[in-house]
């Protein structure tokens, strides 16, 4: 079956530790994208890529990273530069990253103790 | 910058009743697309439409359809004979140009909570 998998569902993570969150396609989608949710708010971009080697910033991406080594995969860090990451993060990836609708995945909830 | 609202945050229906989900956006762009998603409880945003700006035909599939008015800048979303199923968070969605790097980002609405009892 094609889709978006996000590896994990729930996250834990100590304060001042780094983390990485999973994502993995087979659609074979150019462009890739992660989202930060926050309860009753829309979703904010954190980073894009439109192809392999290549990704940018979105809007708040600060302290958090990413890479994009494979077209499949678009791995996101969440570093302990991040003042507030307790939050549902969603991945996304689209046919080119221009006027297409976006596909998403099941989303990692990740928890700060 | 664009912007897109959904002012309705939660909205509570019976089964069975007709309900619509307004959305209204800004822009300054002259090409642009609209979405509207819906998130069920278990968290993944299932894609329900794409319209561009010039097509303002209406849209039926199913149960669902869409009213496109660029006049209001409006994209409301009408589900008839709701079903406890329906019952989710729906955003709605504007494509956001970037004219540095050629690319369109999506911007989202806060979501209206659909609640649909028996």
Request: with cysteine; charged share 20%; net charge negative.
């Amino acid at each position: 079956d094609g889709g978006i998998t996000q590896s994990p569902k729930y996250l834990f993570r100590k304060e001042g530790q780094n983390v990485t969150l999973s994502c993995e396609q087979n659609l074979n989608h150019d462009a890739m994208y992660w989202y930060r949710q926050d309860p009753g708010q829309g979703l904010r971009l954190i980073y894009y890529s439109q192809i392999v080697n290549d990704f940018q910033k979105g809007d708040i991406a600060e302290g958090y990273s990413v890479s994009r080594e494979k077209k499949e995969s678009f791995p996101l860090t969440v570093t302990s530069a991040q003042k507030n990451p307790t939050a549902f993060y969603l991945c996304a990836s689209s046919i080119r990253a221009i006027n297409n609708e976006q596909f998403f995945g099941p989303g990692t909830r990740l928890t700060v103790l | 910058a664009q912007k897109v609202t959904q002012a309705q945050t939660e909205i509570s229906v019976v089964e069975k009743e007709d309900v619509t989900l307004d959305c209204v956006y800004e822009t300054r762009d002259t090409t642009y697309y609209l979405f509207w998603y819906k998130q069920p409880p278990s968290g993944e945003l299932v894609f329900l439409i794409r319209r561009n700006s010039f097509d303002e035909q209406n849209e039926i599939s199913g149960r669902y359809s869409w009213n496109f008015q660029k006049s209001t800048s409006s994209f409301n979303f009408t589900i008839t004979a709701s079903q406890v199923v329906d019952s989710a968070v729906y955003f709605c969605a504007l494509s956001e140009a970037d004219w540095d790097t050629g690319f369109q980002k999506l911007v989202f609405g806060t979501g209206t909570r659909l609640l649909v009892s028996p």
